[in-house]
């Protein structure tokens, strides 16, 4: 019923259906345990024979009312909130694979990801192979071994602005009989939904765009039910044979297209427990209530911003799939018609010191380790959020030492260009 409505209705009335007499708003449900009146019922839930709240870690109402409107919007079959974009990443990731095992990703993707693949998922036993995004499906293709478990790719990179070949990476993992995990931070699913190109899950920083108004950390889970796991189970033994923490429950089994959620929420959550607090899924669903205004806003402004920065002589290059010479200008008018999203990625002539004269003299724009909300905010990864790469990585992660992230807030597209104009004068 739901996915029949259009993604601006689900924005406004997706998830939470109140009854005859409820409250229009989900109620934050802020309780950390629910109470019932015989022990046999609270054991079924306990078996995953019922379907009921017993303790936040697991679920919550008015985190699960949030987390249908998101899965309503990408179209999946379910979604789980968790307390970070990073958290998602890593259950989305962690919930198929284990100790062993192996799974390949983009190198176009947010530097937080690259270290939780790169590093801390290898102290786990879990290695990942980088692959140029840009490369042919053959050459994409020779990372791949016995032990792969996923592919995984960020709808548009964050910082490098790049635009993901959803069904190339889609046709390449199915061919190796493993899902397509999509982070659809940047783009939303207001300007893209990347189940209808292929993708078989999706995660969030819903701390971006979802929230819109730099509130609180969160992210998000997205299954689309599409992967048919049984038909590789002897990859995906964890959701294919037995859970012995669960009296030998198997999840296709008992669960079909709702098994790869089940065992995320019933499994992961239940034992790593990055749950978000009510409140905040209640202050997420705020933001989601206006993201595809806000989208609409942040896309045009992008566009004025990136033409001026275009435009001027101090700019070495620039970053936005808006922009016709973009080399990602054909991909973006394929997955991205609406519009992209509010991130541009530039380089002023000069060095490095040209970058941060430049930042320094902002006054409207904050600089600020964040991205995607109402506020215009800059940052340069190579001083900021990717210090810890060396240049080696910097470079293999597709980051120019130059590079200045630019995120187009929701303000006048005038007076964001007014202060641009300025800054550039100072250097
Ligand atoms: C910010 C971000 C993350 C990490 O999310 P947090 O909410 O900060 O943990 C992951 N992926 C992308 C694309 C991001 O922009």
Same mark, same amino acid.
């Given at each position: ?97 284990? %100790? ?72 390449? %993992? ?91 929420? %019933? ?161």
């Amino acid at each position: 019923m739901e996915k029949k409505l259009k993604p601006s209705t689900l924005c406004v009335r997706g998830g939470w259906k109140p009854k005859n007499g409820e409250p229009v708003q989900p109620p934050i449900v802020q309780c950390t345990t629910f109470k019932y009146d015989n022990t046999e019922e609270m054991a079924m839930l306990f078996d995953l024979k019922k379907e009921g709240y017993f303790y936040t870690r697991l679920q919550n109402p008015t985190s699960d009312s949030v987390a249908a409107k998101i899965a309503a919007l990408e179209g999946g079959v379910g979604g789980m909130l968790t307390s970070s974009g990073q958290a998602a990443n890593f259950y989305a990731i962690f919930n198929i694979c284990q %100790a062993g095992d192996h799974f390949v990703t983009s190198n176009e993707i947010y530097g937080g990801t690259y270290n939780l693949f790169g590093v801390t998922m290898k102290k786990l036993g879990i290695e990942c192979t980088f692959v140029n995004q840009d490369a042919s499906e053959e050459e994409i293709q020779k990372a791949f071994r016995p032990n792969t478990k996923a592919l995984f790719g960020e709808t548009i990179s964050n910082p490098g602005c790049r635009v993901l070949d959803i069904e190339k990476f889609a046709r390449i %993992a199915h061919r190796n009989g493993v899902p397509l995990i999509i982070d659809n931070t940047f783009a939303t699913p207001i300007n893209c939904r990347p189940f209808e190109w292929g993708c078989d899950i999706v995660t969030h920083s819903t701390t971006k765009y979802m929230d819109g108004h730099a509130t609180q950390v969160g992210g998000c889970v997205v299954d689309s039910g599409n992967f048919d796991w049984d038909a590789h189970a002897d990859k995906f033994l964890g959701l294919t044979t037995p859970d012995e923490s669960y009296h030998g429950l198997t999840y296709t089994k008992a669960f079909g297209k709702g098994a790869y959620m089940t065992k995320l929420v %019933a499994q992961l959550m239940r034992d790593l427990g990055s749950t978000p607090s009510p409140h905040n899924a209640f202050m997420l669903n705020i933001g989601l209530e206006t993201l595809h205004l806000r989208m609409q806003r942040h896309c045009e402004n992008a566009q004025k911003v990136a033409e001026f920065l275009h435009a001027d002589p101090h700019v070495a290059w620039i970053r936005y799939c808006g922009l016709k010479d973009d080399a990602d200008y054909e991909l973006g008018q394929k997955y991205l018609p609406n519009g992209s999203c509010g991130v541009l990625a530039f380089g002023l002539k000069g060095d490095r010191d040209t970058a941060i004269k430049f930042m320094d003299s902002l006054r409207l724009v904050n600089i600020a380790t964040h991205v995607a909300d109402a506020r215009s905010c800059v940052l340069h990864p190579a001083s900021h959020t990717h210090r810890q790469l060396s240049d080696e990585q910097l470079r293999e992660a597709g980051i120019a030492p130059d590079l200045i992230r630019f995120s187009v807030g929701i303000e006048d597209a005038d007076d964001i260009i007014d202060d641009l104009k300025q800054a550039l004068t100072q250097i």
